[in-house]
């Protein structure tokens, strides 16, 4: 009888051979995994989707700093805690594995809580230090994870899988029926429930290399398997609906790695075609249909557009179920015969050579031809005044606004080249480098941002902690069944070389190791993505991808199989293990909740602050002065680094007639950053009536920074601030050259006048 390849065979060994014919496939469960466990697994899933999908769906895309703080702060204190868990759960005499990409992940989120002091803006570094100390917090759970609970590691695939269909579930929805949700069709594109699309796009781009594994994988029950290609389909048409050019091309190198590497490629192939056909069918329909791919479109009209959109999705998902119960039972009972997989591997090269092929021949046959098409887009990309419409186009279009952000962030970079502008403060350092109207808060590139906020120190930090986590993950995938050379071999005279694996070191194709390199390619996919823009702030982007990571760091080698739980404990005795904590583990698990708290308070004082903030605003407006007073007071002391807490107690102090301390709290806010327009602008503002001339230098200092902020093209397109600013800069221009005037004609000699603008101090 011929054999087939499993996930079970040996890199270069022999597969063991099929059951007969017509018999009863055996359940297979992942390694590591007893059968009493599966429950567990099953409870897992449902449990890391939940968190996932709450996640998403409360913090949304970062842009409000309530929902945002208040997830980090439940980040951070979960994970103190559970990291206190771990800690009395550790068992000594076992290398700790990931325990270096924690500590570099530590330290450049420490570097963004340094770079405080010299910031740009300190109050923004405040709030994104606190934001990577969650992300960190985070890392290390799932670190700990790997290390005490290996054999749970499907419910972390199978959770991604599951919150990824039920967010791109959700949005097609609003696409669907627009009368229940009318703000979220202001756009073609997709864009809910994170309010940025390439958000969007990234979750079923990481949720699609899931269902690679769910649909690939020969071990679980089969109709899971067959779910993938629904699944598949789902999210390729929220993918491309989304409009993300980003995330599609992330996720084409993600598959690309995934075919390389996992010896599953007729089954993945398979779910990815079968969903990629009925998915693109689906798509092409809609953006021929004006109703879907327009721009504010009535909902009147958009409505019976979007009932057949949904339509459409009801049947694709009916059709993919029976597809893939089809598909998943046939090669489950009786895998193809080595000959008929041969034919169609070879078909599907000979397939993807014919594309690339037709691609070629039609760059050859353009106007331009071969290379002159490559060098206009390569001219197209790297233009910072390009303009992208959010129209179905925009998938085919090379041209991207990117361009002039990373062109921002490598002045600022050039400006600060060793320390940067201090964490989060791209967005205002690159207005004095303004190269087009488009407002950005980040240089969506992580890259450029880092370079932009931490400088070279911030960069070199972060390729290390690349570098670790590489050779930490490496342990438990060998993706290319290759290693280094260790430090033992190098000190004995062997050059560094990347060497392929010995017979007695290769690895076998078992499920767990499937699961490993599925979530290598996932944490790939969000890396490249990363690349290109600001998702890793977006925790629902992130929080998956740093567990996949950190899970991998944790795991270590997968050679010496999973210890299973011994019967007759209960699962807490499993979780703390044999023995009695001792002091060392106490304290630990103690240091790591008091942290957690602690941080989790730093995180907490901004939103502390905006509250008070604004309920001073509410009690200036009701005239009750005195509270308002206390109330901004309290604003300021909660987040001593906002400008904006500041520019409020100076409003009240002014309406309680101090005018002397509404202008020292605003001399005070230009001092604490004199790097931000905004804070010469509000003290220009307030002595522009008393004291012209100072007001006149205040504002000169603000458009320094901000040149944009009085831009032609600005002041023609009605911008209510720059319109603002304008009129009183000529005001203050006006009356400091009368006053000169009345001077020259009283002392007959000449006046200084104005003078150019001159840069702030600091």
């Known amino acids: 009888m011929a054999s087939a390849p499993t996930e079970s065979a040996p890199a270069l060994g022999v597969a063991p051979p099929l059951q007969p014919a017509g018999s009863r496939p055996r359940r297979r469960l992942p390694a590591g995994v007893a059968p009493g466990q599966s429950r567990g697994l099953w409870l897992g899933t449902l449990l890391f989707a939940l968190l996932l999908c709450v996640i998403t769906f409360y913090a949304k895309g970062r842009l409000d700093l309530e929902t945002m703080t208040r997830t980090e702060m439940a980040l951070t204190i979960g994970s103190g805690l559970l990291l206190g868990v771990a800690a009395l759960a550790a068992r000594g005499g076992r290398p700790a594995y990931g325990l270096w990409p924690v500590l570099l992940l530590g330290a450049f989120a420490a570097l963004s809580a340094i770079s405080i002091v010299w910031s740009v803006q300190p109050d923004e570094s405040w709030r994104d230090a606190g934001r990577l100390l969650a992300y960190a917090a985070v890392f290390a759970v799932a670190v700990a994870g790997a290390r005490l609970a290996p054999a749970r590691w499907p419910a972390i695939l199978g959770g991604i899988v599951l919150s990824s269909v039920v967010i791109c579930c959700y949005v097609l929805a609003t696409k669907s029926l627009p009368e229940h949700f009318p703000s979220a069709n202001d756009y073609a594109r997709l864009y809910e429930p994170y309010g940025y699309w390439n958000a969007l796009g990234l979750t079923a781009a990481m949720g699609a290399i899931g269902c690679m594994w769910l649909g690939g994988r020969r071990a679980g029950h089969a109709l899971l398997s067959a779910l993938a290609y629904p699944a598949m389909g789902v999210l390729l048409l929220t993918l491309l609906l989304a409009y993300s050019r980003g995330a599609l091309a992330a996720l084409a190198l993600g598959l690309v790695l995934w075919f390389a590497i996992v010896p599953l490629r007729l089954r993945g192939a398979a779910v990815l075609i079968a969903g990629g056909i009925c998915a693109g069918g689906i798509a092409a329909w809609d953006f021929k249909t004006p109703a879907l791919s327009s721009e504010k479109v009535p909902i009147a009209e958009a409505t019976g557009a979007g009932h057949e959109l949904g339509a459409l999705v009801i049947a694709m998902i009916v059709v993919l179920t029976l597809a893939g119960v089809g598909i998943s039972f046939a090669t489950g009972r009786r895998a193809p015969a080595p000959a008929l997989r041969r034919r169609a591997g070879t078909a ?19 106007h331009r031809g071969f290379t002159g098409t490559i060098s206009h887009a390569l ?36 400006a600060h080249p060793l320390l940067g502008v201090g964490a989060d403060g791209y967005d205002v350092a690159r207005q004095r480098y303004l190269t087009g109207p488009l407002a950005a808060k980040h240089a969506h590139g992580f890259i450029v941002q880092t370079l932009a906020d931490l400088g070279l120190l911030g960069l070199v930090l972060a390729l290390a902690l690349l570098t670790s986590w590489m050779a930490a993950a490496g342990r438990a995938t060998h993706p290319f069944n290759r290693r280094w050379r260790s430090w033992r071999e190098l000190r004995r005279g062997a050059r560094p070389a990347w060497v392929a694996l010995e017979e007695r070191r290769l690895l076998r194709y078992t499920p767990e190791r499937i699961g490993m390199l599925s979530m290598l390619c996932l944490v790939f996919v969000f890396g490249v993505h990363s690349l290109v823009d600001w998702t890793w702030y977006v925790p629902g982007n992130a929080i998956p991808a740093l567990i996949c990571a950190g899970w991998l760091a944790g795991r270590g080698p997968l050679a010496p199989p999973a210890e299973p739980p011994r019967p007759g404990r209960s699962a807490l005795e499993r979780l703390l293990g044999a023995g009695r904590p001792g002091r060392v583990r106490i304290t630990l698990a103690a240091g790591a909740v008091l942290a957690s708290l602690v941080v989790a308070y730093s995180q907490w004082q901004p939103l502390r602050a905006e509250d008070k903030r604004e309920t001073a605003l509410t009690l200036i407006q009701a005239g009750r002065s005195s509270q308002a007073l206390a109330s901004a007071r309290a604003a300021v002391s909660a987040d001593p680094l906002s400008v904006e807490t500041l520019f409020t107690l100076s409003h009240i102090e002014a309406e309680s007639g101090d005018a002397a301390g509404a202008r020292a709290t605003l001399a005070q806010a230009a001092r604490l950053q004199p790097s931000n327009p905004q804070s010469w602008f509000e003290l220009g503002r307030f002595d522009l009536t008393p004291d012209p001339g100072a007001a006149l230098k205040e504002l000169q200092a603000g458009i320094y920074l901000d040149p944009g902020s009085i831009a032609p093209e600005s002041l023609a397109g009605g911008d209510v601030e720059a319109i603002a600013i304008y009129n009183d800069y000529i005001q203050a221009l006006r009356a400091t050259a009368s006053r000169t005037s009345l001077l020259r004609s009283a002392t007959g000699r000449p006046g200084t006048g104005a003078g150019p603008a001159t840069r702030p101090a600091g």
């Not at 599907?348 to 353009?366: E, F, P, T």
């Not at 959010?390 to 279009?397: D, I």
């Open 348 to 366: 599907l090269l000979a397939l993807l050579g014919i594309v690339v092929l037709l691609a070629a021949g039609a760059l050859a046959h353009s």
């Open 379 to 414: 001219h197209t990309l790297t233009d910072t005044h390009a303009k992208v419409p959010n129209t179905p186009g925009r998938l085919t279009a090379v041209a991207s606004v990117r361009a002039q952000y990373w062109d921002e962030a490598l002045k600022v970079f050039k």
